[in-house]
């Protein structure tokens, strides 16, 4: 037995040479025949969406300065006016990138999220500094904007602390994990505030519940006064069956800034009587004289079936009561500005008689308190919203509407009729009824929409019809988030404009016009691609 024993190591020794060189000239042995590489995780991630538009219209900037962004109310100080005579014919193009960074050294628990915006109006400017421009020959223009720069952590267990600047969404829902429809339908809509800010939240996503926390800084001036803008706010979202949900929230602004800060020159706060004439919100005008506000803001909102697949009916609303005070300093001594008392309430819903979620019936129902008198009797009854302090503070794109409220395919043009909801202090109330329907399901659809608006206090010499929008498309989609659509819109104006109050724009040598404006409308072809 050792003999053989004996035998076989020295066997192995002699061998052991030539086999591993044998192994080393072969191929390596698989462990499965079909054996798949496994793809190494990803630490950084882009996205993008990229928007081009034709656009022809009957409405345009009159002052020959802005040629770039133009945002906030028609008819309003940005000199948006309509004509009989000129017809306004460009194109417009948007690209929003998205850098994702991940590491996996921290396993998922912390991401690091920058968002950018690139606008132009197609020939445009080139060789120069700013946003909103540079496609001229040549190009070369400095136009990179930051939307959002910010840090997610998640610890775990369905918590997040998001901090820095990031998006300041009324949704109960996290706006960097949830769809854009879907923040269109829940909470407040991004009717009271749609818009980036800084500063840092704290969310929990539980299976049946959502709670988020924030502090938010909108204007910072001097750091040793009091003289800054904050905000803080609370929203809490619970399953009440299923698929509906009922929320509560409190939002909270204290102004110390007297109307300085903000969209450039124009300020921002109850003061900034420029932006408000820019956003269509009330001006409270208080003068030079220093004030300080604190706005509180009390709501409710629900939704049931918000994705629209877990049954033919649909749904959601909310209710908001905005309260608070404004004291004025008149040489050192403090007295009321204004007590302020408004509510705002909207209620949506509708029918999907098809397969697809296009196949849909839906009206949409808004409601603002308005104010009669000014503050003659030093009180508002009507609504804030973010428009007080950015431009756009909000963007209350999903009613389907075109002209008469607002609508999300614009790049460089934002003038709807009524851009905010307090419709500059008089109130609103109306709404939209829309029907679409899937000619190929998932790949052609069509839709018409109308739109009615009236305000609840009527202007000084002008009555309570804002107008009647009239609105279609027809929309063809190439693939996943990639397609081309036409679009159109006619408004026919209410009395409401017989009022020179509500006709702030002024023409080229500076004079306000006073003559009832023109019907507005607008057509327009669009590209789009949402790329990941």
Known sequence: MRKFLLIGVVFLIIASPQLTAQLSKSEPIPIFKNDIPREPEREFQFLAFFLTQGVTSNFYPQNSLLKGQVIGRMFGQNTTSTSDTLTSAYAEQRLLPFFIYQPKLFNGKAILRAAFEIDWTWGDVAYGTGGNFGSAPSGDQVNLQTQNVELELRPGNGWA??????????????????????????????????????????????DYYRFKAGFFKLYESLIQENDDVTMGELMYEQHVAKITRVGLSANYVRDRANGAGGVSILGQGLNATQLNAYNGTFKFDFGPNPYAADIVWLGTFFSHNADRMMGRFFGGGFFNYNFGK?????????????????????????????????????????????????????????????????????????????????????????????????????????????????????????????????????????????????????????????????HGAYVWLGDFYDSSDDTYGSDVNGVYNDDRPLNPWTAFIVFKWLMF
């Open 326 to 486: 404004a004291d004025v300093s008149y040489s050192g001594n403090w007295e009321t500005g204004a007590d302020i008392s408004g509510y705002g309430a909207n209620l949506n819903g509708g029918y999907r008689y098809g397969q697809t979620t296009n196949d849909v019936i839906t009206f949409d129902f808004i409601y603002a308190s308005g104010d009669d008198n000014a503050l003659e009797d030093k009180k508002y009854s009507g609504v804030l919203t973010g428009n007080m302090w950015a431009s756009p503070g909000n963007v209350f794109i999903g009613s389907g509407a075109y002209l008469l409220f607002p609508h999300g395919n614009v790049v460089n043009r934002f003038t709807p009729l009524v851009s905010d909801f307090s419709n500059m202090g008089y109130g609103l109330m109306g709404g939209t009824v829309n029907a679409s329907y899937d000619v190929i399901p998932h790949k052609l659809n069509t839709k018409i929409g109308g739109a009615y608006a009236m305000s609840v206090a009527k202007p000084e010499g002008g009555g309570a019809n804002l107008g009647t929008e009239l609105n279609a498309k027809v929309s063809y989609n190439f693939g996943p988030f990639m397609s081309i659509g036409v």
């Open 161 to 206: 602390i998001n901090l820095g600047l990031q998006r300041m969404f009324d949704s109960p829902f996290n706006p960097y994990r949830t769809t854009v429809d879907k923040m269109l339908s829940t909470g407040y809509r991004l009717g009271y505030w749609g818009t980036e800010g800084v500063g840092v939240t704290v969310r929990k996503d539980a």
